[in-house]
């Protein structure tokens, strides 16, 4: 199965951190949304997209990557980081699966785990989560990939 992660990573390396995790079970590349080519995207039979959280939202340069491809057929799923824990009425990868969704992908699942965060108030204090994602959630998210690897992402 060819598979391939397009992951936005900035602050601290966290979301990369688990899109490594994951792509050692999916056997995927993972790039960045810069580096990313729609065209190996068409020709992988998963294609995952992760980010930090930022304000709430996914990072924008993944957002934008993900509404400038072309519509086409495939398998995806999403995945996040984020300082807060996630609030199911506001899910941080909801509208980027409905985007997905629009494009023509099937969406086999997300995953979001807590990570080290030093957004504006947390600075202050030297951030939060300064373990995470730790051993456990880097499991969690290969037991994901797991899943997905086996048609079973819903799980």
Known sequence: MKSVIVCASVSHGNTRRVADSMAQVLGARVVSPGQADPAELADADLVGFGSGVFY????????????????????????ATSGLPEIPLMSFTRPLVRLLEGKGFEVDGSFACRAFDTWAPFKLVGGINRQRPNAGDLAAARAFAGRLRTGRGHL
Not at 60 to 66: M, T
Request: aromatic letters at 12%; glycine letters at 12%.
């Open 56 to 79: 709430s939202r996914l990072h924008p340069d993944l957002v934008s990557f993900v509404k400038g491809l072309p519509t086409g057929r495939g398998r995806a799923f999403v995945f």
